[in-house]
């Protein structure tokens, strides 16, 4: 006899933090995307931090960060967990830390060319990944 062995690996879905309200705008993207998946959603927020301050102390604590998300997570039915990674070059952090060939969801204003998150998504559609704009009302 034959046996069939199917290994399922969990969805996982990337939501990159631009600015809050663009971000809640990308994660109710991904909540909507993962419905009926059994998916998980990352929020992933690399948090640059200028050269004169030490790598160790960004300008905004990751705690208020980290409570700002708790809320927003708080009332969606999927799994969500939040990253932040304290770096001087987000595009960079985001190819070492992303999976491979990732679903990202990015939150834009209509109006986002020539912007931080227009870079980082052109950087990332290079490196293969599958980017996913959600346009915020802004």
Known sequence: ????????HAV????????????KTAFN?????????????DVIFPQVVAFP????EPPVPA???FERFHELAAGAK???SIHIYLCRDAPQTLLE?????SVVVVGCRKRWFGSRAARVVRVLRKGGYQVLLAHSNL
């Open 12 to 23: 996982r879905i990337s939501v990159l933090f631009t600015d809050f309200e663009e971000t």
């Open 53 to 56: 301050l030490p790598l160790t």
């Open 63 to 65: 705690t208020f960060i």
């Open 1 to 8: 006899t034959r046996t069939l062995v199917f290994i399922v």
């Open 29 to 41: 993207t991904a909540v909507k995307l993962s419905d009926g998946l059994d998916a998980e959603i």
């Open 97 to 101: 830390f992303l999976e491979p060939q």
């Open 78 to 80: 999927v799994h969500a």
